[in-house]
Each structure stands twice: as C-alpha cells, then as structure tokens.
C-alpha cells in the first residue's frame, strides 16, 4: 500500500456490502467510498450508497471545524474500468488504474488530516477494520482552539502553515458554514457577510454538493472577468469530476457569447460609447457640471443609475431614490435636465452610430431570455461579488437561473465592499429573496494585525437591505488567525515609487505571496515600472489565476477584490480637506476610496505596508 494510506474495510457478512460502500481509502488526495461492482450501477442506488457513505463521515470534527462529508468521492471498483461520462458522479477504476486514480487526484489532505480522519472513522463503529501504512493509530491531540491555536504559530509551524494551499482548509468548515452548504433555500438566496468570512467558500462548497448529487449544469459568474476564473480551481478541487459542467466566466463574457449563439445582432462598441459621452459633454457641462463639475459622475449616473436601473421614461426617473448618490440632490427639475441635456442626446448618439454600450447588452439578453429561456436551464447559478451589479445585471442573473420564484440562484457579497459607484437595495431588483439571507461572521483571512488596522476604515454600506436586518460589518467580526504586521507611513509624492521598493524588499515576503494594489490603472502601470526597474519580478493582477507564480502581482482594487494574499501593499492620499470642507460629490467619492481602500486591505493574510501619499 502507498505510503501515508490508510484503509477502513468494513468488516461485515456477507462481503462486499449492497447497499453501503465496501470501505474508505483515505490519503493525501483525500476520501473515497469503495465500491465493489460488476457493472456502472443504477444512479439512485449510486446516491443511495454516496448518502451511506456521508453519514459515516459527518461529524468529524477538528479543533472548531468538520470535515464537509460531500468531499468523499465514490469510487466503484471493477474488474475492467469503463469510462465514465462528463455527467458521472463517481470514479471507475480496476487493479491496474486505481493506484494511478487515486495519486492522481488533486484533492488535497494533510497526512495529519487524513490520519485524523481514519482514526476517528475506525474509532466510531467496530464496523471497519482500519489498515494504516504510517502505523499511528492515535489521532493526535487537537487543540480546543482549533487549527490556529496561538501555541502552533511559532515560527517553523507559522512558516508551515503559510506554505500550506489555501484550498486544503476548504476541507473543513465551521458549523455555520456547513449549515449554509446543506440549507434548503428553494429559491434565490443571498449570502452576505464582511470579508474573509469564507462567503465565496461556502458557495463553492454548495455547487460541488449540487454536482456530486445532481446532473446538469452550473454556473459561476461575477462583474470582474478575471475573478471566476481564479475561483475556478478551488472548486475543482471540491468537485474534480464536474470539470466540464461547471462554467466559471464573467458576466458580460457569457451574455455577449449567449447573445452571439442566439443570432441577436448587436454592435458592443466601448469607444463609440466614450465618444458619444464625451461630446455629449461638451455642450451638457455648462448646465449640468454646475450640478456636480466631475464628468466622471455623470458617467455613472447614466451607466449605473438610469441605464443600470432599466429607466426608459423620465417620469420613472423622476420617481427612483437614487441610492448611494443622495448627496447631490437632485430634485425633478434637475433631473429632467440630466435627462434631457445628457441621457437623451448620449443615447441618440449611439443609435445614430448604430453602437451598444454594455448596458445595452444586458437590456437585449434579458428581452431574449424572456422571450425564449435556456434550453438547458442550469441547476444552480453562483453570483459572486454581487454588490458591483447594476439591478439590471441582477435581474439578468435571475433571468439567466430561471426568472422563476424558486430560481436556483445564490447572491453572494457583502456592501462593505462595494468598488464601483452607485447603490440599490436589494429588494429594488424584484427578486424574492425574503426568508432566505444568511450572514457569516467568523473572518478566517485576517491576522489580528491587519484586521484591526482595516476595521478602523470607515467603509459605509450602500447596499445590503438584509431582509431590514441590522447589518454587520468587518469591525464586528471574531478573528481567528493571531498576529500579523501592519504599518503605515507617511512618504513624500516623488518618493513613493522607491519607498514601495523598500518596503517589499525589507519585509522578506517571498515575491509570490505580494499583491500591490491600487486605486487607478495608471498607479498600477506606474508601479509595475518602477518594481521591474528595481529588479523585482512583477505580473498584471488582470493576468493572475490564483495559481503559483513567482512574482509581485500589481493592478487595481478592482481586480482584486474576492482574492486572498498573504502580503497587501497599497498607497493612498492623505486627505487635503476636513469631512466638512469636502463638496457633496468630493463625499461621495471619499467613501468610495474609504470602501475601495478597506477592500484592498483585506486580501491580506498576514502583512500590510500603507503608504500614505503627502506633498
Ligand atoms: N472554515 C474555514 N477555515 C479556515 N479557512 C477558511 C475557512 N473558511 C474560509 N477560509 C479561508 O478564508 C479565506 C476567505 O474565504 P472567502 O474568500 O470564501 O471569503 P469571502 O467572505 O468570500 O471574502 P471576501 O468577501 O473578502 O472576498 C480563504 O482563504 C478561505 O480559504
């Protein structure tokens, strides 16, 4: 038997079992129930062995957490293995391929996990006779504070745990989150809580259960392209065998090909849309930059408030409360002007060049999908960052996941964190989501340094209604991770570029686990030249899959966001103006850099260098 094995065979008469599994093997590339068959059993008999196969694993507990019973694999052994389809829920192998299945496996268990589990298994039931090739019976002490018990964290353990993979910690949750991955929602629901509350773990973990149990095919989508993709590696670790029925992508990247498959014609042109904006400006400022002189503000109200809303007439615009914007106030003659003078003529200019701006996109994909549903309906669609959606967007995704009021649909996010301006409440994009929110509370990112130096920034919630819960946010979350580092330093506007050199070269932190994160592309293609003049190995964070690479990843809060690193570094200006000199816009702006700043500081795990820019 391979090295760090171990073998649980159930040792009852007759041999092998029908209706539960022969045994588990467990290792380093995980769990699997054993199977013995002659041929590919019926798929209900399969969920009746996998349920079995659950039950005897559920309730392994380590430290505060349990093992997620779902991770097991079925693996059916055969004296020829057949190929299993995309649609399978379950391994084949025979004597010649199970060792190479089994290896190959990318699931992965510490030995001190695996033995942990076995024990544990073995110690519960005389039912299985355990077979252990590292011959320690004993499961070894765990500590009532769980896996990160301050004792552990000395330095060698500390260096240890941080080399460890993210993802083997996904094979363990706490009970709230197991709570969330097994409750019965039958219909959208909405999952909120601060960072690093294990929200999008919890969402992963609910799609590989639905996958090992059901056919048919999932969705993970979200506003920033890159993010899906990142995620998409956790979770073929949860579900290795739903590779190719789980699609993880952006949003806009799967509303434009599903528009391109359905034959509806449409022009997506950005430039044309800037250009339009940007002359429809030029006579509009005189009027409307009296309002608000930033023509990026107009931008965003007519992207994300009116064509973000769907508003096509201005008596609807006159009627909506502009949420997250209220600052500027702008009463009915005001808006019929923004209407007139900026939404109107931006809009004719468009048509007159027979272009679409993205909002356009998802106006025509949620006209389609009512007209004519998906012809494969998915069995769960994942929203991950959903703060950043317009309510059109949300209602695409509901459209997308059925539009019904048991849509499968699972809004993840939190307001806190919210990077793109604009604001809705919930209940505004009509879907019923009453009865069925849940909030996590437990941050499992953050060392204690970084968590206290990020709940100090006052990151206000434009966002979550929760059901009119009161809602919870990063100050009130219970760490688990002790220690960490966070510092802040003042440094002169011509000498960030060599301070941030310093800084990452002074903290020892192996270029692979750095993120420097900015505000503005331009900040971000400004410290990229200034690292690699320094000889620092850097990537494009818009590049970044979450896999290891051995160089400091740079780009915007925007694509960061939803990551984790063990090391943050970030710059901000130091405000000019006391709260009470600040204009109405110059607020609103303020508390989405307060918003953006709390985001990028909380990637970190451990460390976190601030900057903070003075003239
Ligand atoms: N029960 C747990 N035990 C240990 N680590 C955990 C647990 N739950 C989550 N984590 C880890 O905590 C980190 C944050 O998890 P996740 O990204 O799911 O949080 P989130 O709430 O979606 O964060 P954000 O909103 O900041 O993007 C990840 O590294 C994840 O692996």
């Given amino acids: 038997m391979e090295s760090r094995w171990h073998l649980l065979i159930d040792s009852g008469i007759p041999f092998p079992p029908q209706d539960r599994p022969a045994g588990f093997a467990i290792g380093p590339s995980g769990v699997f129930a054993l199977v013995f068959v002659d041929a590919i059993p019926e ?336 069995g769960l669609v994942v929203v991950d960052e959903v703060q950043d959606f317009t309510l059109m967007e949300l209602r695409l995704v509901h459209r997308i996941a059925g539009g019904r009021a048991d849509a499968p649909l699972l809004l993840v996010g939190d307001g806190q964190q919210q990077v793109y301006p604009g604001g809705w409440r919930l209940s505004d994009a009509g879907i019923p989501i009453k009865g069925r929110g849940a909030v996590l509370r437990v941050n499992y990112r953050n060392r204690s340094a970084v968590h206290d130096y990020a709940k100090r920034i006052d990151a206000s919630n434009t966002v979550d209604d929760l059901d009119g819960e009161p809602g919870f946010v990063l100050r009130d979350t219970e760490i688990v991770l002790p220690g960490g580092y966070a510092a802040a330093e003042p440094v002169r506007r011509k000498e960030v570029g060599a301070k941030l050199v310093e800084a990452i070269t002074g903290s020892r932190v192996p270029w692979s686990d750095i993120a420097v994160i900015t505000m503005t592309n331009r900040e971000a293609e400004r410290y990229m030249t200034v690292l690699a003049r320094a000889g620092i190995s850097v990537m494009p964070l818009d590049k970044y899959d979450g896999s290891h690479q051995d160089a400091v990843k740079v780009g915007t809060v925007h694509r960061a966001k939803g990551m984790d690193f063990a090391a943050v570094f970030h710059t901000t200006e130091i405000p000019t103006k006391t709260a009470d000199q600040l204009t109405d816009g110059e607020r609103d702006r303020a508390d989405l850099a307060a918003r953006q700043t709390m985001v990028a500081l909380t990637r970190a795990r451990d460390y976190i260098w601030v900057g903070l820019i003075e003239d």
Avoid at 165 to 181: G, K, N, R, S, Y
Avoid at 274 to 301: C, H, K, L, M, N
Avoid at 312 to 338: C, F
Avoid at 342 to 354: A, F, I, K, T
């Fill in 43 to 378: 798929t209900t008999h399969l969920s009746r062995i996998r349920t079995k196969a659950e039950e005897a694993i559920a309730g392994v507990t380590y430290g505060r957490r349990k093992y997620v019973p779902h991770m097991l694999e079925v693996m059916l052994l055969m004296e020829q293995a057949v190929n299993t389809g995309v649609q399978e829920r379950f391994l084949a192998v025979d004597p010649i391929t199970m060792r190479r299945t089994l290896l190959a496996q990318e699931t992965g268990l510490s030995p001190k996990h695996a033995r942990y589990i076995a024990t544990e298994l073995a110690g519960r039931s005389r039912r299985y006779t355990l077979i252990s090739t590292d011959n320690a019976p004993a499961a070894e002490p765990v500590s009532a504070e769980g896996l990160f018990a301050t004792a552990e964290l000395h330095e060698s353990k500390r260096t240890k745990i941080l080399a460890r993979p993210f993802q083997e910690w996904m094979t363990f949750l706490d009970d709230d989150q197991l709570d969330l991955v097994h409750r019965n929602f039958n219909g959208p629901a909405r999952l909120s809580g601060p960072a690093g509350t294990g929200k999008t773990v919890v969402a992963l973990h609910r799609m590989a259960r639905f996958a090992k149990n059901n056919p048919g095919p999932l969705l993970f989508t979200s506003f920033v392209k890159t993010l899906p993709g990142y995620h998409r590696s956790g979770f073929l670790r949860l579900a290795p065998l739903a590779a190719d029925r789980a699609a993880f992508v952006g949003l806009h990247a799967w509303t434009t090909r599903f528009l391109k498959d359905r034959d509806v014609a449409f022009t997506l042109n950005t430039t044309a849309a800037e250009d339009a904006f940007s002359r429809t400006w030029q006579t509009a400022r005189r009027v409307v930059g009296t309002i608000e002189a930033s023509p990026s503000y107009w931008r965003e109200e007519i992207d994300r408030v009116i064509k973000g809303r769907g508003i096509t007439t201005l008596d609807e615009y006159k009627r909506i409360d502009r949420t997250g914007r209220n600052r500027i106030r702008l009463d009915g003659a005001r808006r019929e002007t923004v209407w007139k003078q900026l939404y109107q003529p931006y809009r004719q200019r468009l048509q007159e060049r027979d272009a679409h701006d993205f909002n356009d996109i998802i106006a025509k994909a949620i006209e389609e999908l009512d007209a004519h549903p998906l012809d494969e309906p998915f």
